[in-house]
């Protein structure tokens, strides 16, 4: 077990550009989270998927937002013609009984 | 809309002191309620929890204490070590979701 683990750790794109990151959360956790972190803020709720459904989605994520989890296990977050809004931590965690979040991924967009 | 609160953004204690972080919440159908630990590069660690049945809950340094009627919980750590300095963040939830509001942290020194 090696704990959520979110690719790349940082992604730096230019606005305009499609980004993906991609979440491989611990195995046996059928629940897994996606929340973005801003600078002087706590983490907000995206989304939240249970096995390969997609159960809530915040109102945060816009239609330039896209997750799945195809086989309820990994997860992608695609974020689609970049904005410079759009920097920040995006954070994923996966849950049985509790969350475990991973690392990170630090999105700078210029 | 701010549900939950964190009013101090920073904190600075003595190592073996009493370090207490506080937290207000707007909600009144939060019935779970956790604070988590932050380093630099890494996501948020889980510290301890309580329920809303609950008015304390204590885990070795650890205890977090819960004024329902003041919507308020705190957080405190004693003895304080340096290995503590950190950013916490205060979070709740409200029944039948698993979706965690988090206010915007407190980042607390502790200096030997």
């Known amino acids: 077990d090696t704990g959520v683990s979110q690719n790349p750790r940082h992604k730096i794109t230019k606005r305009g550009q499609n980004v993906t990151f991609r979440c491989d959360p611990i195995?046996?956790?059928?629940?897994l989270y996606w929340y973005r972190q801003t600078l002087g803020q706590g983490p907000e709720f995206l989304t939240y998927f249970q096995n390969e459904a997609q159960l809530e989605k915040s109102r945060l994520l816009s239609d330039r937002f896209s997750a799945e989890r195809p086989k309820g296990s990994f997860s992608t977050l695609e974020i689609q013609r970049t904005e410079q809004g759009d920097s920040a931590m995006y954070l994923c965690a996966s849950s049985l009984n509790g969350y475990t979040f991973g690392s990170g991924t630090r999105l700078t967009v210029v | 809309d701010q549900q939950v609160k964190q009013n101090s953004p920073s904190l600075s204690v003595q190592e073996g002191r009493i370090s207490i972080l506080n937290c207000d919440y707007t909600?009144?159908?939060?019935?779970?309620f956790l604070w988590y630990k932050k380093y630099p590069a890494e996501g948020p660690t889980f510290l301890i929890s309580?329920?809303?049945?609950?008015d304390k809950n204590e885990d070795g340094r650890f205890t977090v204490f819960l004024n329902k009627s003041a919507k308020h919980l705190s957080l405190h750590i004693v003895p304080s070590q340096p290995g503590d300095s950190a950013v916490y963040f205060c979070a709740a939830s409200s029944p039948n979701t698993d979706k965690l509001i988090f206010g915007t942290g407190t980042r607390l020194q502790v200096f030997p």
């Open positions: 309580i329920s809303s049945i609950k």
């Open positions: 909600n009144s159908m939060f019935d779970y």
């Open positions: 195995s046996e956790h059928n629940r």
